[in-house]
Structure formats: structure tokens, C-alpha cells
T-cell receptor
Framework: KQEVTQIPAALSVPEGENLVLNCSFT??????LQWFRQDPGKGLTSLLL?????REQTSGRLNASLDKSSGRSTLYIAASQPGDSATYLC?????????FGTGTSLTVIP | NAGVTQTPKFQVLKTGQSMTLQCAQD?????MYWYRQDPGMGLRLIYY???????DKGEVPNGYNVSRLNKREFSLRLESAAPSQTSVYFC?????????????FGPGTRLLVL
């Protein structure tokens, strides 16, 4: 069974810092990996999707990398802002299902 | 486009009562999913439907039933609610058929079972 882990569970940084969120998965037989953002009391919003054949994807201040062989992905956020405060979840697609990590709660302090 | 919609937004039930959570998508997606989200547990898949007319169990299907009414709608039914089913329920949809498949989520239904 695919297991997805996110470390750390919570992170606080001052505004302007660059930061890295980590995601690891136990089975490298994945189709893709997706990073989501979840604001309190809201649904999930897709940030980036990396296909299994890709190494990274970029969108604005966000950069996601994928090392399928080692079962790891990172989400890099540049020049963090208070509006980036949210929970970030990663999910991998294996077979017909998606498997989610428990998320990293990010607080950016003004 | 509305994307993925869910009703109701919030519901309180007594133990033993039944209810149906509704989900609809207007993106012509073939796959739909029901998840529950609990503190410290992440999102866990309850049931999914890869296409109209098919449904499959996910990680935590016990106590739930689903119906894929048509391509747009996928409902989740609790026949006899239990306090352990207190959770936030999310519906999602995706366009499957290839390795690149992005999931789109609804806003969630918050369920409290007393």
C-alpha cells in the first residue's frame, strides 16, 4: 500500500524567507505527483502537477521537484508572503487512486 | 463554470440517522471520488467511480454507499450514521485516461454525528 509522508507537520517562517516542504512516498510506481493548498475550512486547490517522467514544474514563486527513484518530492516557495499561510498537501497517483500526505501547515509571519 | 459543487455545506445528525451527500461537476470529467478528512489522518479515499456506471471501494468504505447517478453526479450515503463518521467530506473529479490527471475538489461537507 502506498504511504505518503510530509515533514515537517508545521512550519513558521518570517516573511521573505525561501522555504522547502518535503513529501516522500513508499512505492515509486506512480503516474504523477500533485501539490495542493488548503486554506482553513476550504477545499483543496491544485498548485502544481508533475508527471512521473518529469523532474520539476514551476509556477510563479513555486517550484516542485520529483525524484521518483528515491520516492521524494519537494515544494520550494520563494520570497514567502503572509498570504502563503495555509496547509500544503502532496498526493501521488498510483493505479486508479490518489494517496495523500497529512500536510504541512505553513505560517508566514509578517 | 461552477467546477465541483457539494451539498449540504454542514449537517448535524443523530446516531442512527441516514443522509445523502450530493456532489456534481460540470467539467465533463469521467472520474469522481469521495474522501474524508480527519485531523492527523490526511485525506482518505472512501469510494471512487472511474466512469459512469462503475464504483469501487477505497481505503475506508465501511458504513458508506455510493451512487454514480450520471456522468455529472456522484452521491455518498450514510445509512446509519455513527459518531466515528464525524468528519469533513470532500468530493473530487478528474479527467482520467492518461498519466496526467489533475483532481479538482469541492468545498467540502462538514458532518457532525451526535
Amino acid at each position: 500500500k502506498q504511504e505518503v509522508t510530509q515533514i515537517p507537520a508545521a512550519l513558521s517562517v518570517p516573511e521573505g524567507e525561501n522555504l522547502v516542504l518535503n513529501c516522500s512516498f513508499t512505492d515509486s510506481a506512480i503516474y504523477n505527483l500533485q501539490w495542493f493548498r488548503q486554506d482553513p475550512g476550504k477545499g483543496l486547490t491544485s498548485l502544481l502537477l508533475i508527471q512521473s517522467s518529469q523532474r520539476e514544474q514551476t509556477s510563479g514563486r513555486l517550484n516542485a521537484s520529483l525524484d521518483k527513484s528515491s520516492g521524494r518530492s519537494t515544494l520550494y516557495i520563494a520570497a514567502s508572503q503572509p498570504g502563503d499561510s495555509a496547509t500544503y498537501l502532496c498526493a501521488v497517483k498510483a493505479g486508479n487512486q490518489f494517496y495523500f500526505g497529512t500536510g504541512t501547515s505553513l505560517t508566514v509571519i509578517p | 463554470n461552477a467546477g465541483v459543487t457539494q451539498t449540504p455545506k454542514f449537517q448535524v445528525l443523530k446516531t442512527g440517522q441516514s443522509m445523502t451527500l450530493q456532489c456534481a461537476q460540470d467539467m465533463n470529467h469521467n472520474s469522481m471520488y469521495w474522501y474524508r478528512q480527519d485531523p492527523g489522518m490526511g485525506l482518505r479515499l472512501i469510494y471512487y467511480s472511474a466512469s459512469e456506471g462503475t464504483t469501487d471501494k477505497g481505503e475506508v468504505p465501511n458504513g458508506y454507499n455510493v451512487s454514480r447517478l450520471n456522468k455529472r453526479e456522484f452521491s455518498l450515503r450514510l445509512e446509519s450514521a455513527a459518531p466515528s463518521q464525524t468528519s469533513v467530506y470532500f468530493c473530487a473529479s478528474s479527467l482520467a485516461g492518461g498519466p496526467v490527471e489533475t483532481q479538482y475538489f469541492g468545498p467540502g461537507t462538514r458532518l457532525l454525528v451526535l
